[in-house]
């Protein structure tokens, strides 16, 4: 069974590169753009998310919050289309399973979405 790997409000160019390069046969992709990810939040038990990558940044900072009220043990990877050190860093402060940045390569997005999936069935 694949696990479902939800992208809420990502820009679309930036959830497109990412769901290119993400394993068809260990993931199932869910996409969320992010005009209309606060309509969606209300229905995340029904998606049932392995995993939900949602931007990475202060602006992003509410959206997690309102996940983490209905989804307490939500497992969040941050995602950045220009990644840097301090958002990174803010980012895991704030409870991120992971973070990571375009340019997305393949084995280190299997290795994210493998690491903030373990043992979730």
């Known amino acids: 069974m694949s696990q479902r790997v939800l992208l809420l409000g990502l820009e679309e160019e930036t959830a497109s590169q990412l769901a290119d390069v993400v394993s068809a046969d260990k993931f199932e992709i869910v996409t969320i753009p992010g005009a209309a990810a606060a309509q969606y939040l209300d229905k995340l038990d029904s998606i049932r998310p392995s995993v939900i990558c949602?931007?990475?940044?202060?602006?992003?900072?509410?959206?997690?919050?309102?996940?983490?009220?209905?989804?307490?043990?939500?497992?969040?990877?941050?995602?950045?289309?220009?990644?840097?050190?301090?958002?990174?860093?803010?980012?895991?402060?704030?409870?991120?399973?992971?973070?990571?940045?375009?340019?997305?390569?393949?084995?280190?997005?299997?290795?994210?979405?493998?690491?903030?999936?373990?043992?979730?069935?």
Request: aromatic share 8%.
């Open 54 to 121: 949602v931007p990475a940044g202060a602006a992003a900072t509410p959206l997690v919050h309102a996940i983490r009220s209905r989804l307490a043990l939500a497992r969040i990877v941050r995602v950045s289309s220009h990644p840097n050190q301090e958002e990174w860093h803010a980012t895991m402060q704030e409870g991120a399973s992971d973070y990571f940045g375009a340019p997305f390569l393949k084995g280190q997005v299997d290795w994210v979405l493998d690491g903030a999936t373990a043992g979730h069935s």
